[in-house]
């Protein structure tokens, strides 16, 4: 008696032989391992931190948060170093601030925004990181 094994929806690459036939065996071969896909890198970092906590964790997460989502600085490839803080007693919010790109670092100076509104203030600052991001080219640092 002979005995055909089939795959008629293609699951499993089967070798046929008549004595695997007779015997009602055949041998699959092993799947192929697949690799997971790994992860895209989140490109240059961000870091803006307030180093004497003057203003909201939540505000520095914000702005970190929304110049990291920057696709134009993304393809850049410009990183970001900042500082911010608020003085209280002139209602101002001061940014300290660097760019840096392939081991080229460019200090960008202090920006003080008169604001008397958090958002605004972070606005404004989001606002000068962009231009300065557009206006760098590929071989030179731009800031102002």
Known sequence: ???????????????????????????AEEPAVVEAAKAATEGPPVHIAS????????????????ITRDRTRLASGI?????????PASGDYRFTWAIARNGDKLWCGVMT???KSVASAGHEFVRAVEGAIKRSTPDRLVCL
């Open 51 to 66: 180093p004497d906590e003057s203003v909201s964790r939540e505000f520095v997460d914000s702005l970190n948060d929304t």
């Open 113 to 115: 925004s008169p604001s």
């Open 1 to 27: 008696m002979l005995f055909a094994q089939q795959d008629i929806f293609g699951l499993r690459n089967v070798t046929h032989s008549v004595a695997d036939a007779s015997s009602g065996q055949s041998s």
């Open 79 to 87: 990183a970001l170093d900042g500082e911010v803080r608020a003085l």
